[in-house]
C-alpha cells in the first residue's frame, strides 16, 4: 500500500523539525524549511536552494505543499476591494476578501485580509449567503494559512503586504478554534510571515465555549462580536446559536474576557429594515454596549438574493445612527461599504458560482 504523503504546510515550525529528524535530515533543515514556506513563501522544494539535492528529492517524495485554485476574482472600481474566489483538493470552495483602506492620517495604505475558516458555515444566520449554502466542514491549518499566502504573494509584486487579518469570512471560527489556534501560531512566528497576533481579530456569533477558551490559552487577539441585536427572541430569529448562549451567558464572558485583557470589544451590527433599527432596538443595543469598553459598527444590510431582510433607507440608518450616538452615548461608527459593486457580502461569489452565472 503506498503511503500518503504529509501536507507539510499543515506543520508547525516544531512539527516540521521533528519531520525532517525522522526522515534522516539535519535537524537545522527544520527551520530552514519553515523559512522557506512561510517567509519567502515558495512552492516549489526545487527553489529551497540551502537543502541539499538529495533531501528535496526526499521531501518530494515524502511530503507536498498544496496550493489553491483561483476559480474567479473580482476587484471593485469603486474602492479596490478584492474578492477571490479558492477551490480546495476536494472541490470545496471558499471566499477570501481584500480590504483596502487609509490610515488615521489618511496617508499610508493598509491592507487587511478577511479570511474565511469553514467551507459553509454551520450557525446559518439567516441574513448570511454562506448560511443558504449549508455547511460541510472546518478548513484545516494549510487551507487557512494559504488564504493569506495567496494574496501576500500577489502583495508583495506591487511592494504592498498585509497589515492586519480578520476572521470574518465564511464561517464560525470558534467553531474550529483548534485549526484556527495552530495557523495563528505559525502565521505569528518570527520566522514566517511574522503578523502580530494583535493585528489579528476573530470575529464570532457569540460562541461561549470558544470565547472560554480564548481565555485559557490566553490568545492575544482582538475580539469582534456579531451581535445584530441586543433582543433576546429577536436574536434568536436571525442567529440560532442564540438559543445556546443567550445574551446574558455572552455578557458574562465578555466580562471576563475584558477584565483579563483589558481590550476594547468590537460588536458588529447589521442594520436590518424593520427588523432591528426602532428606538427600542437601540436602547437595548445601549444598554448591552455600555457594560465594556466598546466600539459598535453599524453595517447597513447588503442584500442577499432569496433572503426576505432588505436594507434600512439612508434616513432610517442616520436616524439610528444619531440616536445611539447623540441620545445614548454610544461609541458607533456607520461603517463604508466595500466592494458594493461586486458581491461583495460573505458567501454572494461562491453561491452565484454555485448556480453557474458569471
Known amino acids: 500500500m503506498k503511503l500518503e504523503r504529509i501536507n507539510i504546510l499543515d506543520l508547525t515550525k516544531q512539527e516540521l523539525t521533528d519531520l525532517v529528524i525522522s526522515l534522516g535530515m539535519k535537524k537545522f533543515y527544520g527551520k530552514e524549511i519553515f523559512i522557506w514556506l512561510h517567509k519567502k ?37 469603486i474602492d479596490k476591494t478584492e474578492k477571490f474566489l479558492f477551490e480546495l483538493e476536494d472541490g470545496g470552495t471558499i471566499e477570501t476578501v481584500l480590504l483596502r483602506h487609509r490610515d488615521s492620517n489618511n496617508k499610508e495604505l493598509r491592507n487587511t485580509l478577511c479570511v474565511s475558516s469553514q467551507v459553509g458555515c454551520p450557525v446559518k444566520c439567516s441574513f448570511c449567503a454562506t448560511g443558504q449554502d449549508g455547511y460541510m466542514r472546518n478548513l484545516t491549518v494549510s487551507e487557512i494559512i494559504n488564504q493569506v499566502y495567496t494574496v501576500e504573494r500577489r502583495l508583495v509584486k506591487k ?9 470574518m469570512g465564511m464561517g464560525e471560527p470558534l467553531l474550529n478554534l483548534s485549526n484556527l489556534t495552530k495557523a495563528l501560531s505559525i502565521l505569528s512566528d518570527e520566522n514566517g510571515i511574522n503578523i502580530s497576533k494583535r493585528k489579528i481579530t476573530i470575529s464570532t456569533s457569540g460562541v461561549v465555549s470558544g470565547i472560554e477558551k480564548i481565555l485559557l490559552e490566553k490568545l492575544p487577539i482582538e475580539l469582534a462580536i456579531s451581535l445584530h441585536s441586543a433582543i433576546n427572541e429577536k436574536r434568536d430569529k436571525i442567529i440560532p446559536i442564540n438559543k445556546n448562549f443567550p445574551l446574558e451567558d455572552l455578557a458574562a464572558v465578555l466580562i471576563e474576557y475584558q477584565k483579563q485583557t483589558k481590550r476594547r470589544l468590537t460588536f458588529e451590527y447589521i442594520l436590518i429594515d424593520n427588523f432591528n433599527i426602532s428606538e427600542n432596538d437601540a436602547n437595548a443595543l445601549a444598554d448591552f454596549v455600555h457594560q465594556f469598553d466598546h466600539v459598535v459598527n453599524l453595517i447597513p444590510y447588503n442584500e442577499v438574493p432569496n433572503v426576505e431582510h432588505k436594507r434600512p433607507s439612508e434616513k432610517k440608518i442616520e436616524k439610528f445612527f444619531n440616536y445611539l450616538k447623540n441620545n ?22 461562491r453561491q452565484k458560482t454555485k448556480k453557474g452565472d458569471n
Open 41 to 77: 513563501i515558495v512552492r516549489n522544494f526545487d527553489d529551497m536552494t540551502n537543502i541539499s539535492l538529495k533531501d528535496r528529492e526526499l521531501l518530494k517524495e515524502k511530503t507536498y505543499i498544496p496550493f489553491f485554485n483561483l476559480l474567479k476574482h473580482q476587484t471593485s472600481k
Open 159 to 167: 511592494g504592498e503586504e498585509i497589515n492586519n487579518i480578520v476572521f
Open 328 to 349: 445614548r452615548r454610544v461609541n458607533a461608527t456607520l461603517r463604508k461599504e466595500k466592494g458594493s459593486d461586486i458581491d461583495g457580502a460573505c458567501g454572494q461569489l
